[in-house]
């Protein structure tokens, strides 16, 4: 149990473009979602907390016009990034929370962004 | 705020031997505590965790780590090193009671035949 996915595994988009992951639990719901930013060789660095039928939360630093986030069901959250560039090449990894255990997450295997 | 710390960058252990992976934190009061393991390319799996009672935490995979309140560390451990053990693990706290979770930079994990 306590699968999530993420869609596409991988994605290559050309500057200005958007692009948008997906992120779902399987089989369980989930009222909150994160999503993470993770450099080669780097720790995950929080982006944002992306709650069910509300406004997603940013971190400090994290551009919420450009990462927006949606979080429209309890199964799923995207991300989309707007006008990419080449500095937004990166591997983002989502998590989720089953609504009745409030500190296990469970992380989704990730998406490679390369924006050319 | 919150912090971890892996000392240890990159780790390099024989087939066998055991291994240790040390974490150290920083906050007042006992958070939640996990490790996690990632192989390249791939999100994290949760190896362990401690919430409270027996500080030896047994984990899968074959992994235990143990929580030292007067050390803040919660060292992560291993017998016996098997070579599909080579990866990134990364310590992380959550003091927020709402998945929120702080990571420590990673250990690099090497494993030689």
């Known amino acids: 149990g306590a699968v999530v996915s993420q869609h596409p595994s991988w994605v290559i988009c050309k500057s200005g473009t958007s692009v948008k992951i997906e992120c779902r639990s399987l089989d369980f719901q989930a009222t909150t979602m994160f999503w993470y930013r993770q450099f080669p060789k780097q720790s995950l660095m929080l982006m944002a907390t992306?709650?069910?039928?509300?406004?997603?939360?940013?971190e400090q630093g994290v551009e919420k016009d450009k990462f927006l986030i949606n979080h429209a069901s309890l199964t799923l959250s995207t991300l989309t990034v707007t006008s990419a560039h080449p500095e937004d090449s990166s591997f983002y990894i989502c998590?989720?929370?089953?609504?009745?255990?409030?500190?296990?997450?469970?992380f989704g295997p990730g998406t490679r962004l390369t924006v050319t | 705020a919150q912090s971890v710390t892996q000392p240890d960058i990159h780790i390099t252990v024989s087939e066998g031997a055991s291994l240790e992976l040390r974490c150290n934190y920083s906050?007042?009061?006992?958070?939640?505590l996990f490790w996690y393991v990632q192989s390249p390319g791939q999100g994290l799996q949760l190896l362990l965790k401690?919430?409270?009672?027996?500080?030896l935490v047994q984990g899968i995979k074959g992994f235990e780590a143990e929580f030292k309140r007067s050390q803040s560390s919660f060292n992560l451990r291993k017998p016996s090193v098997h070579w599909s053990d080579a990866a990134e693990y990364f310590c992380a706290v959550d003091n927020t009671n709402a998945g929120k979770s702080t990571f420590g930079d990673g250990t690099t994990l090497t494993v030689k035949p």
């Open positions: 401690y919430f409270s009672g027996d500080t």
């Open positions: 992306s709650n069910e039928g509300s406004k997603a939360t940013y």
């Open positions: 998590s989720a929370i089953p609504g009745t255990v409030t500190y296990e997450q469970y």
């Open positions: 906050y007042g009061a006992t958070p939640y």
